[in-house]
């Protein structure tokens, strides 16, 4: 038999001689939500793929490809614990390959794999904790808008944008901060282990290239996906990448959709306001 049929009747993932390796493709800011116009990374959208990729019986591995700039710590750790679960429950090594960035939450969810690859010129770090937002007290004044709030609660208006800074307020923020931070490390400490290096700048937040991450321990490894995993499991090896599935008309499964022309207004607001959030993200790693 010719081996283009041998291969057309007997697939790669049905044949003992090649080793076929599930790959999940995780790539955007991190975020909780999302809509049919726009789908974040988040539990929610990852973990059906993450099943998908760890219910292969035969594949000795799966590989992730993360290409993240952060976001939600509280998502970013849901989908590293997911990870961890499954490749506990289901016996298999994790390999996790950084493509242009994997900073702050992207890289928490890196820690999750037993080898982190990285391209050389990749971006990998940041490991730390930001809160952003802006001060409109001048401007409300400037325009003579009056604003009235009303609580229960004398903390309820805390950081309120539209009043001046509170030195008590920003203390509070940041023992939150401090405290999420903390998790943050104690689970890089965990996932990486005796490999991480000494440096005193590692938990401050700042970010290197994939060959200065390997020389802090923050990477095991400078490549690519083909070349490592053909180095692991020989030439033959194939990679199957796992997509989200589709429903009778093409949309993709799960999401949210609304069904309704106001929701759908609604989702490209949200979508709009989404893609500013994450073009800043991305934009502190010059990407």
Same mark, same amino acid.
């Given at each position: 038999?010719?081996?283009?049929?041998?291969?057309?009747?007997?697939?790669?993932?049905?044949?003992?001689?090649?080793?076929?390796i599930p790959v999940v493709r995780l790539?955007?800011?991190?975020?909780?939500?999302?809509?049919?116009?726009?789908?974040?990374?988040?539990?929610?959208?990852?973990?059906?793929?993450?099943?998908?990729?760890?219910?292969?019986?035969?594949?000795?591995?799966?590989?992730?490809?993360?290409?993240?700039?952060?976001?939600?710590?509280?998502?970013?750790?849901?989908?590293?614990?997911?990870?961890?679960?499954?490749?506990?429950?289901?016996?298999? @090594?994790? =390999?996790?390959? !950084?493509?242009?960035?994997?900073?702050?939450?992207?890289?928490?969810? %890196?820690?999750? +794999? #037993?080898?982190?690859?990285?391209?050389?010129?990749?971006?990998?770090?940041?490991?730390?904790?930001?809160?952003?937002?802006?001060?409109?007290?001048?401007?409300?004044?400037?325009?003579?808008?009056?604003?009235?709030?009303?609580t229960a609660g004398e903390n309820k208006?805390?950081?309120?944008?539209?009043?001046?800074?509170?030195?008590?307020?920003?203390?509070?923020?940041?023992?939150?901060?401090?405290?999420?931070?903390?998790?943050?490390?104690?689970?890089?400490k965990q996932g990486r282990g005796a490999?991480?290096?000494?440096?005193?700048?590692?938990?401050?937040?700042?970010?290197?290239?994939?060959?200065?991450? @390997?020389? =802090?321990?923050? !990477?095991?490894?400078?490549?690519?996906?083909?070349?490592?995993?053909? %180095?692991?499991? +020989? #030439?033959?090896?194939?990679?199957?990448?796992?997509?989200?599935?589709?429903?009778?008309?093409?949309?993709?499964?799960?999401?949210?959709?609304?069904?309704?022309?106001?929701?759908?207004?609604?989702?490209?607001?949200?979508?709009?306001?989404?893609?500013?959030?994450?073009?800043?993200?991305?934009?502190?790693?010059?990407?």
């Amino acid at each position: 038999m010719r081996h283009g049929l041998y291969e057309f009747f007997f697939p790669a993932r049905f044949r003992k001689d090649v080793t076929v390796i599930p790959v999940v493709r995780l790539h955007g800011a991190i975020m909780a939500g999302g809509n049919q116009f726009r789908q974040n990374l988040n539990i929610a959208t990852v973990a059906p793929l993450l099943a998908r990729a760890f219910a292969d019986k035969r594949a000795p591995a799966v590989a992730i490809m993360i290409n993240s700039p952060g976001g939600s710590p509280v998502q970013s750790r849901l989908i590293y614990k997911r990870i961890r679960d499954l490749a506990a429950e289901k016996n298999k @090594k994790v =390999l996790m390959f !950084v493509e242009d960035v994997a900073a702050s939450g992207g890289y928490m969810i %890196a820690c999750a +794999g #037993d080898e982190i690859i990285a391209d050389p010129s990749s971006v990998v770090g940041s490991i730390g904790v930001i809160s952003a937002g802006f001060g409109f007290t001048g401007l409300i004044d400037k325009i003579g808008v009056e604003r009235r709030v009303y609580t229960a609660g004398e903390n309820k208006s805390l950081l309120d944008p539209f009043k001046p800074e509170n030195p008590e307020d920003i203390a509070y923020l940041k023992e939150l901060q401090l405290e999420i931070h903390q998790v943050f490390i104690d689970l890089v400490k965990q996932g990486r282990g005796a490999r991480l290096g000494d440096d005193p700048d590692l938990f401050t937040g700042r970010f290197w290239t994939g060959i200065r991450g @390997k020389e =802090l321990g923050l !990477v095991d490894e400078l490549g690519d996906l083909r070349s490592a995993l053909r %180095a692991r499991y +020989g #030439d033959k090896v194939k990679t199957r990448l796992i997509t989200p599935q589709r429903g009778l008309f093409g949309r993709r499964v799960p999401g949210v959709s609304t069904g309704m022309a106001a929701g759908a207004l609604a989702g490209i607001g949200e979508a709009g306001l989404n893609t500013l959030e994450e073009r800043a993200l991305w934009s502190r790693y010059g990407l």
